[in-house]
């Protein structure tokens, strides 16, 4: 499944899809302008680079919750005009999503109808994302490309490639520990690396105490947020649709076959590891139990959508790309959505599909053990 090098065809596909989706974002770029997180990320980095506090209160936006890194960073575009600013932005969290993925699907014209279904579906989970401005698109092509990193034995690179996705946002954490067992040197001294450098980096610009401070007022803005933001969680899903008995234990359910799973896979698969079924299932995971999910977020998983692919049988790939297609159409604005719940124009379908899948990944993970189990067992009986 992994695509170990790019050939120039590969390239002109990851180029053509970023041109492709930048394409059809730009009218409405240049007619609606800024919105609430690209406001945020604007105001984050301007009061960074003016001396402020990039994580107070806003005039604008919402409250920034980034790394001084990225604060640093995005002065890039917040100091160009409101139309190239979301042009290049979206270039980049598009082309970051493409060059991921492709570390481990490989595109040309002999995909399989099944694969461009897929595809299509991708692309227009990351055409919700984008009308946002959100981050996502390029944390998780980030996360793919670490992880890619590390199936090619590339330790160190992978380490610090992941502790650069941290740096920007906590979510490929979730894949950064478990991949410290089996333990590697390299891949650990990367990863410690990486996230000292991208922590200290920050000090060529602010000062060693100024740095340490923003870091300091970051965290805090993190978890008083967390504190308010239930959105399309799991749990927050069932309790607007007045499951009120069933929310808390679906949630510690769901958590602990996560834990036992995730975590569980990493010991018992030590040669053919299921990288596709466990990075679906850890994204899965992250949106149905995280109490900051809402329907931009969902493009997390859309990469998953051609990782799982290759891995099943026809009549499987069938059903779960109509399903991811179907998950995908029915946000958009196409007709009047369905599956909807008026208290804050939350979507339904989004959780609910992204529980499908987590069901599949986790049914797949864990027959995965089963078969594990049998063929310890079937070689033992044959040397004893």
Not at 46 to 57: D, E, H, I, K, V
Not at 218 to 227: G, M, R, T, Y
Not at 234 to 253: C, F, G, S, T, W
Not at 327 to 335: K, P, Q
Request: charged share 15%.
């Amino acid at each position: 499944m992994l695509t170990k090098t790019k050939t120039p065809t590969q390239w002109a596909w990851i180029t053509g899809l970023t041109l492709w989706s930048v394409a059809f974002l730009l009218p409405f770029f240049w007619k609606k302008g800024l919105g609430v997180v690209s406001k945020t990320f604007m105001e984050g980095s301007l009061r960074f680079w003016s001396g402020g506090n990039p994580y107070a209160t806003p005039e604008i936006g919402d409250v920034f919750h980034y790394s001084p890194l990225f604060a640093a960073f995005y002065g890039i575009f917040a100091y160009a005009s409101h139309q190239i600013h979301l042009t290049l932005w979206a270039a980049l969290n598009s082309f970051v999503l493409c060059f991921g993925i492709n570390q481990w699907v490989k595109w040309d014209k002999k995909m399989g109808f099944w694969l461009w279904l897929a595809l299509a579906a991708m692309l227009m989970e990351l055409d919700i994302s984008q009308r946002y401005h959100q981050a996502n698109a390029l944390i998780i092509g980030i996360t793919l490309w670490g992880m890619a990193l590390y199936k090619e034995k590339n330790f160190f690179a992978a380490g610090v490639i992941l502790a650069l996705g941290i740096n920007i946002k906590i979510i490929p954490i979730l894949f950064a520990l478990p991949l410290l067992w089996p333990l590697n040197r390299n891949y650990i001294l990367g990863l410690l690396s990486g996230l000292f450098l991208f922590f200290i980096l920050p000090i060529l610009f602010v000062g060693w105490e100024r740095n340490l401070y923003l870091h300091q007022q970051q965290f805090a803005a993190i978890f008083s947020d967390l504190e308010h933001r239930k959105m399309l969680d799991i749990k927050n899903v069932l309790l607007r649709l007045e499951y009120d008995r069933i929310a808390e234990p679906v949630q510690i359910a769901i958590t602990g076959i996560f834990v036992w799973v995730f975590c569980l896979s990493r010991f018992i698969f030590k040669n053919n590891f299921p990288w596709a079924s466990w990075i679906s299932f850890g994204v899965a995971s992250c949106l149905l139990l995280s109490p900051r999910t809402e329907s931009p977020t969902f493009v997390l998983l859309a990469p998953c959508y051609l990782l799982l692919m290759p891995e099943k049988s026809v009549s499987e790939k069938s059903i779960t790309a109509i399903a991811f297609f179907f998950i995908s159409i029915v946000f958009t604005a196409v007709w009047d959505p369905f599956f909807h719940l008026s208290i804050q124009n939350n979507y339904v379908s989004k959780v609910m599909g992204t529980f499908l899948i987590w069901a599949l990944c986790a049914g797949q993970l864990i027959w995965g053990f089963i078969q594990t189990r049998r063929e310890t067992t079937r070689l033992i009986e044959i040397h004893a």
